[in-house]
């Protein structure tokens, strides 16, 4: 069964450290897609990436960057130099490519407080 | 920029009331859904909707819910007889496939029900 596990419930750093949030994806699908939503304090839920599974290649945006590793069916997440106003909820899903919906699997979600 | 419009931004109802969640997605997309957040919890998808018809649902999506495309722009979702447990931001999300190929779901910004 498909499911995404988010073990860091919630996870305090000061500002300007570096922090690492944990995902790891269960699925039978060979191809399936993983995302990464941030839903700050006003309660909406912003876009962050989304990686198929062919796609192994680490990504950087500015302060972000993902390291997808299907051996371990990891797709972490990384905040460089982290800012107060990074601080939220991160949430990382997945779509498998079975679905014929394209319905996203949560995780329970990362809140993450950058402390000034 | 396009974006799923979502009113009201809260919604406070006597429990066994019926209520309408109100949801404009983007005009071109194809996809529709509907995703729960009960407070402090995960996102869980409540129901897909395509070509004028329910495409998938979960279990949480029983008889009392609803959704409809009235007119071919709103999207709703009817709670029949609302109970506290009803109580959680809802959200809306449209996607011009089905949100695994080119490109991710589209949220609004989400209403909150308040069942008291």
């Known amino acids: 069964a498909q499911k995404v596990t988010q073990a860091q419930t919630e996870i305090s750093v000061v500002e300007k450290e570096d922090v690492t949030l944990d995902c790891v994806y269960e699925?039978?699908?060979?191809?399936?897609?993983l995302f990464w939503y941030k839903q700050p304090p006003s309660g909406e839920l912003v876009f962050l990436i989304r990686r198929n599974s062919f796609d192994e290649q680490n990504e950087i945006s500015g302060r972000y960057s993902w390291n997808f590793q299907k051996s371990t069916s990891s797709f972490n997440f990384t905040i460089t130099a982290s800012q107060v106003v990074d601080s939220a909820v991160y949430f990382c899903a997945l779509s498998e490519g079975s679905s014929n919906t394209g319905k996203l699997i949560f995780g329970q979600g990362t809140t993450l407080q950058v402390k000034p | 920029e396009p974006e799923v419009t979502q009113t009201p931004s809260h919604q406070v109802t006597q429990m066994g009331q019926e209520v309408i969640l109100r949801c404009v997605p983007i005009?071109?997309?194809?996809?529709f859904y509907w995703y729960r957040q009960i407070l402090g919890q995960k996102v869980e998808f409540l129901v897909s909707f395509y070509n004028n018809e329910i495409s998938e649902k979960s279990e949480i999506f029983d008889d009392q819910f609803s959704v409809e495309r009235p007119d071919g722009s709103n999207f709703t979702l009817k709670i029949r007889s609302t109970k506290l447990e009803d109580s959680a931001m809802y959200f809306c999300?449209?996607?011009?496939?089905?949100?695994?190929?080119?490109?991710?779901?589209?949220f609004g910004q989400g209403t909150r029900l308040t069942v008291v």
């Open positions: 005009s071109n997309h194809l996809y």
């Open positions: 699925t039978r699908d060979t191809t399936y897609y």
């Open positions: 999300a449209s996607s011009p496939n089905r949100g695994d190929r080119n490109t991710e779901a589209f």
